[in-house]
């Protein structure tokens, strides 16, 4: 097996062929290029369904999106809107499938044997599960209330909590600013990483982290040179450099040295300031996990991302030949049949 790191000193310069990445989802995994994406999800029976089309990014119409630090912020607007629609989609097949294999509900058969009564023809299964789907879609405005509630919950357990905690865990946090913004990160931190082995001990969480793998493995042994098959893939580590968890340790990591600029303002204060520091900081993360495919074997990169990979071992777990399988399957749909140097505009992350 190759090493955590080592991974990325064995495969092919990035620059000089295409950049995929991805992240899992339910029971599967989307892959994207720069410029499709494509979305493969295992059924219950354990027929692979997917699920591709174009993307066009906001970088690929507007070059000034491309430049640095200014690309990151579109990149990763645009990865979470792609993230939240590929979850969606294969929530909607885990749904299908449960329909399906139920046949309905009660509710269901009652309105069949009134059609059989009134001379009508009994629905398909699949037109009885497009029915049980529908009604038990989540209206819109739900999810939009679902999605701002989610989102304060972790912007005040993971920004607000840490510098509430630290400026009373550190005596005369005013003057000692700089040890108070190192406890403020360091809590946060913890909180992060307590809070991925905490759901990771959930099996629906845990198989998705497997997945999380897969994706990688598949992605890690393209970028070798390898077969991109099952059998090569699971010679590979589950780890990879442009990984969302290493992405989110290196923020904090940032935040900590942006705080120095800051002191220790008020706590509603210093709360506007994080809130403000996220994009800035987030898009000079970007940057490192760029160079961190650029350059895989500069020491001060690999130092750099070194807290990450390790992180990172508890969102992408070693896969089963099965999900890699289907890992595999949503690479061969976005894969390109020449692989010319080309740029990502976007700047496609493995997720």
Same mark, same amino acid.
């Given at each position: ?16 062929? &295409? ?27 354990? *027929? ?5 089309? %174009? ?5 690929? %119409?507007?070059?000034?999106? $491309? ?21 969606? !989609? ?23 044997? $009134? ?10 299964? *699949? ?51 700089? &040890? ?7 809590? %946060? ?32 042994? !393209? ?7 099952? *059998? ?20 904090? &990591? ?31 993360? !970007? ?12 020491? &001060? ?11 990172? %071992? ?14 595999? $399957? ?22």
């Amino acid at each position: 097996m190759r090493s955590a790191i080592g991974i990325q000193a064995a495969r092919r310069s990035l620059p000089e062929t &295409l950049i995929y990445g991805g992240q899992a989802v339910i029971e599967g995994v989307m892959m994207r290029s720069p410029t499709q994406v494509a979305i493969a999800v295992r059924k219950p029976d354990g *027929e692979i369904v997917v699920n591709k089309r %174009r993307v066009v990014t906001f970088a690929t %119409r507007h070059k000034w999106a $491309r430049w640095p630090f200014l690309r990151g912020i579109f990149g990763l607007f645009e990865a979470f809107s792609l993230g939240i629609s590929a979850l969606n !989609y294969s929530a909607e097949i885990a749904a299908s499938a449960e329909a399906e294999k139920q046949g309905g509900d009660g509710d269901d058969d009652g309105e069949v044997a $009134r059609r059989q009564a009134a001379g009508g023809t009994q629905d398909s299964g *699949e037109t009885r599960a497009t029915q049980v789907r529908q009604r038990r879609a989540i209206p819109a405005w739900l999810m939009a209330i679902n999605m701002v509630v989610s989102l304060s919950i972790f912007l005040a357990l993971f920004l607000v909590l840490p510098t509430y905690a630290a400026g009373h865990i550190v005596p005369h946090a005013k003057k000692a600013w700089m &040890l108070a913004n190192a406890v403020e990160g360091g809590i %946060r931190l913890l909180l992060v990483v307590g809070y991925m082995g905490a759901i990771s001990l959930w099996e629906p969480i845990r198989r998705v982290f497997h997945y999380h793998g897969a994706e990688h493995q598949v992605i890690n042994t !393209y970028e070798a040179g390898d077969p991109v098959t099952v *059998e090569a893939a699971a010679t590979h580590e589950p780890l990879h450099a442009r990984c969302g968890t290493t992405f989110l340790v290196i923020v904090i &990591l940032l935040k900590i040295v942006a705080g120095i600029f800051v002191g220790w303002p008020s706590l509603a204060v210093r709360a506007v300031l994080r809130l403000a520091l996220l994009f800035p900081v987030a898009s000079v993360a !970007y940057e490192i996990t760029k160079l961190a495919a650029k350059y895989p074997d500069n020491p &001060l990169v690999r130092a750099t991302i070194a807290p990450g990979m390790w992180i990172q %071992r508890l969102t992408a777990r070693r896969a089963t030949p099965d999900m890699l399988a289907v890992s595999v $399957r949503a690479f061969e749909a976005v894969q390109m049949e020449s692989a010319q140097p080309q740029a990502s505009p976007s700047g496609v992350a493995a997720s």
